[in-house]
């Protein structure tokens, strides 16, 4: 019996010893899942069809659910979006085939209606004595908007890139290898992109080209950004080399912008050309010429305008003109008023000022330059005009010499010639016959018209001398006509025309004025009048009307009246050939 006993303690032994080691992996299971719920990671165990198993707290947040029980025994493809879940459904079908995939990444629709997009991991595992699949799964929603985001801004930069206007662009690594180019650079290259990208900078140049170029490369590594002009295979390009930073400030990049300035500089060239061609001719004008800013400040000062103000172009360049040129008291206010308006042309002649404090005559031409629509600057041309003011000065001095002596010898011929008519005068009052009379008129008549002349001589000569004046004395109109037309009546006569003479009742007879001048005129016009007239009459027309000034003050103040002022209107009138109506124009 006792033996039977100790038979039956052996088995119940091992139980307890079994019940042991159950409590055991309960309690590492506990402990296990306990990992698994607080595990920041989202894990889950789906079936080979994709059905939840096991899943722990992680997961339901990522999906919005609202317990464990709301997802377990669901499946996880119902969850996928339809453009989706056949790829997911192949994937899972691969791991039942023993070929699971590394990684996977599907959009899900989230309890909340949301959108996620998740990245699973998972390897093929037994649960509950069936094949299953454990997996980890990653929220990567935001790091998918943030590659979405870098994709767009690389693909909005690359369409910048390409359409860069002003030439190539290419973007290095800190290896000098070619990251990224436009088609100005392929096509200046020769190359495809497929080509280029990738390449060293030393595997597209040549030694040559290399050794040039590479340190400014360098330099931009560095945290420089440099500029520079470069020659490149018979063109010249202005190349800017940025550096590219990340986050932490470390260069990892550079960006290599080149533009092609072949053009401009051929431009400049030629510019440069012309301005050394009119800086030549500047330099051997032989007038003076300077140019301004709007301020009047001296911008250029060619060896003539140091030559005639005495200042170089240091002490002239940068100096306001008028303080420089015309700075004597007699002549700085008027000219420094005349810059100051700024006019579009400028002629000026008079004198300016040299260094040494000296005047001298110029005359001055001036215009005003305009670039683009707006006031650029004045240049200015200066003549040395001091010997032409001399010979002017000298042939005035000449001509008022020579006036004064004219008027002197006619005044001189006049007193024999008065003489000569005062005695033939008194010749014809006395008895002569016939012939003797003839004789004498025609001595008068002659010594008249000479008279004449010698007056217009004497008076081009006052005139010339500024030293005509007219007299103010009363005299008989009726005898001023009536002499005038007897000096030259004979001649009249011999013509056969007939002289007469015509006055205005109401006309004044006795007037104040130069008797001398208009009997002068009056016989003028009726010499003129024979002259052209060959056969007919020449009739003097007299008349007159009051004027509203007052009369000419008299050279004795006991002539001077109230009596009213009147304008005398002689008119010569002949039946001679006139003056065609295209002529008056010229002759009056």
């Not at 005062?422 to 008279?451: C, F, H, W």
């Not at 010499?527 to 009369?551: C, M, R, W």
Request: charged letters at 20%; aromatic letters at 6%; a negative charge.
């Amino acid at each position: 019996m006792a033996q039977h006993i100790q038979a039956l303690l052996v088995p119940f032994h091992l139980y307890d010893e079994l019940l042991t080691e159950v409590e055991v992996l309960r309690a590492r299971v506990r402990d296990l899942e306990t990992v698994l719920q607080c595990s920041p990671t989202a894990q889950v165990v789906v079936s080979l069809d994709g059905t939840f198993l096991l899943l722990n707290q992680a997961v339901v947040t990522i999906l919005k659910a609202d317990t464990l029980t709301q997802l377990i025994g669901t499946s996880s493809l119902d969850l996928v979006l339809p453009e989706d879940r056949e790829r997911a459904g192949a994937q899972f079908a691969a791991f039942a085939q023993g070929n699971p995939p590394p990684r996977m990444e599907y959009r899900a629709r989230r309890f909340d209606g949301q959108i996620v997009t998740v990245a699973i991991t998972g390897s093929l595992c037994t649960y509950a004595g069936q094949p299953a699949i454990v997996v980890t799964i990653d929220d990567v929603s935001d790091h998918v908007e943030t590659l979405t985001a870098l994709h767009e801004m690389e693909r909005r930069f690359q369409a910048m890139v390409e359409q860069f206007p002003q030439g190539s662009v290419a973007l290095l690594d800190t290896n000098l290898r070619f990251l990224m180019v436009n088609e100005k650079l392929l096509r200046m290259m020769g190359l495809t992109k497929e080509t280029m990208l990738g390449l060293l900078l030393n595997e597209l140049l040549t030694t040559e080209e290399h050794t040039t170029i590479e340190p400014y490369f360098r330099r931009a590594l560095a945290g420089e950004a440099v500029e520079y002009m470069q020659a490149f295979r018979g063109s010249f390009y202005l190349m800017n080399i940025l550096p590219d930073y990340d986050k932490h400030g470390v260069v990892t990049s550079v960006l290599v912008l080149g533009r092609d300035i072949t053009e401009q500089k051929r431009i400049e060239a030629a510019l440069h050309h012309k301005s050394q061609y009119y800086e030549t001719l500047l330099n051997v004008s032989p007038v003076a010429i300077v140019t301004t800013d709007m301020n009047h400040r001296v911008t250029s000062w060619n060896p003539r305008a140091a030559d005639l103000f005495g200042h170089t172009a240091d002490e002239a360049l940068g100096q306001y003109l008028y303080v420089l040129i015309a700075n004597h008291p007699d002549i700085h206010t008027e000219i420094e008023t005349t810059w100051q308006s700024t006019p579009a042309q400028l002629h000026f002649i008079g004198q300016h000022t040299r260094k040494d404090g000296t005047l001298i005559d110029i005359e001055l031409a001036g215009m005003l330059i305009m670039v683009n629509g707006e006031r650029y600057e004045y240049i200015l041309v200066y003549h040395d005009i001091g010997e032409l003011v001399q010979t002017r000065r000298e042939a005035e001095a000449a001509s008022q010499a020579r006036s004064e002596f004219v008027a002197h010898i006619s005044h001189e011929l006049r007193t024999p010639l008065n003489a000569i008519i005062g005695m033939t005068t008194l010749l014809l009052n006395m008895p002569v016959d016939a012939l003797q009379r003839d004789y004498i008129e025609t001595i008068r008549t002659s010594s008249d018209i000479l008279l004449a002349l010698i007056n217009d001589v004497l008076d081009f000569a006052r005139i010339e001398a500024q030293r005509i004046d007219l007299e103010y004395h009363a005299f008989n109109l009726h005898h001023c006509i009536e002499d005038s037309i007897d000096l030259l009546n004979m001649q009249a006569r011999q013509k056969g025309l007939a002289l007469s003479w015509k006055m205005k009742p109401d006309t004044p007879v006795v007037l104040v004025g130069d008797h001398g001048r208009v009997r002068q005129v009056l016989i003028n016009l009726i010499s003129n009048a024979i002259k052209f007239t060959e056969h007919g009459d020449i009739q003097v027309l007299v008349s007159a009307y009051p004027h509203s000034s007052t009369a000419p003050p008299t050279d004795n103040a006991s002539d001077a009246t109230s009596d009213p002022t009147y304008i005398i209107h002689i008119r010569v009138k002949d039946t001679g050939v006139g003056i065609a109506w295209h002529e008056l124009e010229h002759d009056f």
